[in-house]
């Protein structure tokens, strides 16, 4: 059995109730936490230049992108980039796009703080990603 719940401005006493119910089937909840197509699209069209930039170039590099292979012409600097994706995975689970649940699907590689070496899109996400990087744009 699969049921699916939408709730827009709930009033308090219903989601203390509403989360107390859940909490006591937790273990035969399975949380939404699936990037789809159309979620990737979203978030994808939701990122400035750059951010776009790393998501394409690792998603069609099979999920792995070099950070050397990102730099180019003047501006060499990448700091910010990837931080923006996930403001944007933030922000879509506030306005509702998806699930809180959604972990950003980019992840900064590298020894630790500072400079990172590249950025990977988990394999299980790649066509989806591919997918919403390379179709034409479309309104929301």
Do not use: C
Request: proline letters at 6%; charged letters at 30%; aromatic letters at 8%.
């Amino acid at each position: 059995m699969k049921i699916t719940i939408s709730v827009e401005q709930p009033t308090g006493d219903f989601q203390k109730k509403l989360l107390a119910l859940l909490a006591d089937h937790a273990d035969d909840i399975e949380p939404d936490a699936t990037w789809t197509k159309e979620r990737a699209e979203r978030l994808y069209l939701a990122l400035p230049t750059n951010a776009r930039r790393i998501v394409k170039e690792a998603a069609d590099r099979g999920g792995y992108v070099s950070a050397d292979d990102l730099r180019s012409g003047e501006d060499s600097s990448l700091r910010g980039h990837s931080a923006a994706i996930k403001r944007a995975v933030d922000r879509g689970a506030r306005d509702g796009w998806w699930p809180a649940t959604l972990q950003s699907p980019v992840q900064a590689q590298g020894p630790g703080f500072g400079k990172v070496v590249g950025y990977l899109i988990p394999e299980y996400l790649v066509e989806v990603f591919q997918h919403a990087a390379n179709k034409p744009s479309r309104d929301w």
